[in-house]
Every structure is written in structure tokens, then in C-alpha cells.
């Protein structure tokens, strides 16, 4: 999960592209191209923080929940 504080993304794609271009490259034939990307965004969070998630809370209920199941379990009849 992010944290609510800003952050710069980066990176870089590349690739070849084969084909045949006959307007291109004199008619030659089949010619490869080559092809990268760099891009790079900035995110900047506006407005206030969202409350979190008290995972540990979370956890505490699901505990409940599965014993209960156990106990409803012992209970039932055969």
C-alpha cells in the first residue's frame, strides 16, 4: 500500500518493429525499427489524508468469527 505522501514513477519501454514499408526506405523490402519510451509521472495527493485501516482490529474479528464457527461446529448434531 502507498503512503500518502508524494511520489515520482519512472521507467522505460522498448521494442522492434518488423515489417514492410514499401513507401519508406526506397521500396527495399522488409526493414526493422526500433522503438523505446520513457515516461515519467509525479503524483502529488491534494486534499487530506484518508483515516487507515486498523489491520490489527480486522484480525480481532476474524478471530471471532472462525471461533464461533468452531463452536456452532462442536454443537451441531451428527
Known amino acids: 500500500m502507498n503512503s500518502n505522501d508524494g511520489y515520482v514513477d519512472m521507467g522505460v519501454a522498448g521494442g522492434q518493429k518488423n515489417g514492410s514499408n ?8 522488409p526493414q526493422s525499427q526500433d522503438s523505446a519510451l520513457i515516461y ?37 448434531p451428527d
Open 40 to 76: 515519467m509521472r509525479i503524483v502529488v495527493p491534494l486534499g487530506d489524508a484518508p483515516e487507515k485501516l486498523d489491520c490489527g482490529r480486522v484480525l480481532e474479528l476474524e478471530i471471532e468469527r472462525l471461533e464461533a464457527e468452531i463452536q456452532m461446529m462442536r454443537y451441531e
Open 22 to 29: 514499401q513507401g519508406y526506405y526506397g521500396g527495399q523490402g
